[in-house]
C-alpha cells in the first residue's frame, strides 16, 4: 500500500527564503488537501483539490503561500519569504473522488523549522 | 465559525481501563464526523467514521464512537484499553454541504501505563 507521500521530511531555511514541499497523493485518489499543524493543536485546513482544480481555500493562505496541481496528480505547496510564524507540520492528505465526503488518508508531514 | 473542542487535552489510564473521550461541534447542519488518531511517529489514521445512520459507530481496535445531535457530540470509546492505544485522538468535523475540508480538534494525547 503506497499510501501519500511527502517530501521533504524536514525543512530548515532562514527567514525570508523561498520553500517548496511535493505531495504525492495515493495513486487514483482525485482530491488532495493541505493543512498546516502547530504545537499543541489539530491540522488547520489550509487548500484542497479536485483534480487539477483549487476548490476550497482557508483565510489562512496568505498571499505567500501558493499550491499547485497542474497535473491532478502531485501537489507542490510554496512559501515565499518565510516568517517565524510558519514554522509547523506541513500535512498533505487525499481521498477518492467520488460521491460525497470521503475519508482523507495522511502522509507524515514536511515538518518547517524557521532560523 | 466552527469549532470543534476536546475538553480532555491528556489523559493518563492503567491498562484494562476503560476510555472516553470527549469532543463537541458548534455547527448546527448536517455534519460528517470522525476520529483520527496518531501513533508516536507515524502519521494520522483513521479510526471510525460517522455519516448518517446508526448514531453509534464502531472502529478498527476495538473503538466506537456515538454520535448525539442534540448534544452535538461525538465521544470516542473503549472498554478496556492496551498499551499499544498510547496516541493522539483527533476528533474532526465536516459541515457537509459540497464542502471537503475537515476541522479538527486539538487533540487529546492518551498515556496508557502496562
Given at each position: 500500500d503506497t499510501g501519500v507521500s511527502q517530501d521533504p521530511r524536514h525543512k530548515i531555511t532562514k527567514r525570508?527564503?523561498?520553500?517548496?514541499?511535493?505531495?504525492?497523493?495515493?495513486?487514483?485518489?482525485?482530491?488532495?488537501?493541505w493543512y498546516r499543524q502547530t504545537l499543541g493543536q489539530g491540522p488547520e485546513f489550509?487548500?484542497?483539490?479536485?483534480?487539477?482544480?483549487?476548490?476550497?481555500?482557508?483565510?489562512?493562505?496568505?498571499?505567500r503561500f501558493s499550491a499547485e496541481r497542474p497535473k491532478g496528480s502531485f501537489s507542490t505547496l510554496e512559501i515565499q519569504r518565510t516568517e517565524q510564524g510558519d514554522s509547523?507540520?506541513?500535512?498533505?492528505?487525499?481521498?477518492?473522488g467520488t460521491g460525497g465526503?470521503?475519508?482523507?488518508?495522511?502522509g507524515d508531514g514536511t515538518r518547517l523549522s524557521i532560523l | 465559525a466552527q469549532s470543534v473542542s476536546q475538553h480532555n487535552h491528556h489523559v493518563i489510564l492503567s491498562e484494562a481501563a476503560s476510555l472516553e473521550l470527549g469532543c463537541n461541534y458548534s455547527y448546527g447542519g448536517t455534519v460528517n464526523l470522525f476520529w483520527y488518531v496518531q501513533y508516536p511517529g507515524q502519521h494520522l489514521q483513521l479510526l471510525l467514521k460517522y455519516f448518517s445512520g446508526d448514531p453509534?459507530?464502531?472502529g478498527i481496535k476495538g473503538f466506537e464512537a456515538e454520535f448525539i445531535k442534540s448534544k452535538f457530540s461525538f465521544n470516542l470509546r473503549k472498554p478496556s484499553v492496551q498499551w499499544s492505544d498510547t496516541a493522539e485522538y483527533f476528533c474532526a468535523v465536516n459541515r457537509g454541504s459540497g464542502f471537503q475540508k475537515l476541522v479538527f480538534g486539538t487533540g487529546t494525547r492518551l498515556l496508557v501505563s502496562p
Open positions: 525570508g527564503q523561498n520553500v517548496t514541499f511535493r505531495c504525492d497523493p495515493i495513486s487514483e485518489h482525485n482530491r488532495l488537501y489550509l487548500t484542497y483539490f479536485q483534480n487539477e482544480a483549487q476548490l476550497e481555500k482557508s483565510r489562512l493562505l496568505s498571499d509547523a507540520m506541513y500535512l498533505c492528505a487525499s481521498s477518492p465526503v470521503q475519508p482523507q488518508h495522511f | 453509534l459507530v464502531k
